[in-house]
């Protein structure tokens, strides 16, 4: 049966009618694609910024050291006026020279901070050290035992003299205790061989320059008691330095007599000490200036022993210098035995030269008073503030320095200097952290 014509038009009005589907418009889709360029843009910028890397140290040291370049100028002043001011205005504002140093400077503030890490390393016990460093440890405890030092006086250096023919005027009768057993060859080659100390004749052995698989003696020029060949002009601003080094020989060698409870004669110690600063002083005009020296190939002059002796004969004490004895005392001590044939390597030749005239006209007793002053004069700064305080004079006219430097300091310095492997490994392990240790 048909629906009646009214149903049908009920069906037609309920009948809902499908929506017709929404279409983008040209300027939405133009805003979705710019908003989503915009943010992949802003995603690789963050991303590139996160990563950039422009070259320039940004870690803590790198920025405390541009703190430190920063703080030690003077941003007040005008660079091209006076530049000096504008790189270093700021250090000479908040810094003054201490009064144990003769100069300061950053490298002299790392240092003094390394001084204060070897410091810390080597007054802390441990059970677990190594040997090597359980030494530089006890040779630490030991430098700065003052009061143990100061009880001994001069008494180390008392017991080491005798082993380098002594110190004649500091010597009752040196010509009867040493005279007849003393020669040249004997008395400088115990210096250099046993304690290091090149006077007069500096012989040591190293690589041949010419051939750097050889090693070979050499003779060369030995180093001065003063800082160099200038000062013993003694005039104008040296003069101050030579009067305080005269000094300074006299005050030693009066301290050891009182000790030795021998009577003291100043006029003769003035004399003798005199003496040897005259002797010291025609062997550095002797000597040749540091400028004419900077080319070892212009130096270098390799002969045999037998040469050397015929080209450089030296008299000492009345008696011909014998260099095959002299070089034998001293690699007596490595059980190595030379002939005349042996090549030596001569870098001073005219030094050798000008030192025989030299030395005919001192004494052995002149002689032996300044080979064995240069190795007193090393050792004065390990005995007792007495000894000590003999050469403040001399230490402030030379460096202008007025007061001595802290016994921790000079005792790490000490220590360092004389067990490095030792005391390197301790402060690598204080001082670097991770695998920066064993790079």
Known sequence: ????????????????????????????????????????IAVTMIALYATYDDGICKSSDCIKSAARLI??????????????????????????????????????????????????????PKTEDIVAVQKAKTLYRSCINESAIDSRGGEPLLKLLPDVYGWP???????????????????IAQLNSKYGKKVLINLFVGTDDKNSVNHVIHIDQPRLGLPSRDYYECTGIYKEACTAYVDFMISVARLIRQEERLPIDENQLAL?????????????????????????MLLYKKMTLAQIQNNFSLEINGKPFSWLNFTNEIMSTVNISIT?????????????????????????RDLQNLMSWRFIMDLVSSLSRTYKESRNAFRKALYGTTSETATWRRCANYVNGNMENAVGRLYVEAAFAGESKHV
Do not use: H
Not at 7 to 33: A, C, G, Y
Not at 103 to 119: C, H, M, P, Q
Not at 272 to 296: F, G, Q
């Open 1 to 40: 049966m048909g629906k009646s014509e009214s149903q049908m038009d009920i069906t037609d009005i309920n009948t809902p009618k499908p929506k017709k589907k929404q279409r983008w418009t040209p300027l939405e889709i133009s805003l979705s694609v710019l908003v989503l360029l915009l943010t992949i």
């Open 340 to 364: 005349n044939e042996e090549d030596v390597v001569v870098y001073a030749p005219e030094y050798l030269t000008k030192l025989k005239p030299i030395l005919t006209k001192y004494s052995a």
């Open 169 to 187: 005027v500091a010597t009752e009768n040196w010509e009867q205790k040493y005279g007849a057993s003393w020669t040249a060859e004997k008395a």
């Open 272 to 296: 003798e000490m005199n003496k040897v600063m005259e002797l010291e002083k025609e062997i550095a005009n002797a000597t040749a200036k540091p400028e004419d020296r900077n080319d070892p």
């Open 71 to 124: 703080q030690n100028m003077d941003a007040t002043a005008e660079p091209c006026t006076d530049f000096f001011k504008y790189a270093c205005g700021g250090w000479l504002k908040r810094n003054v020279i201490p009064e144990t140093s003769s100069r300061y400077g950053n490298f002299d503030i790392l240092r003094d901070e390394l001084e204060v890490v070897l410091k810390d390393v080597l007054q802390e």
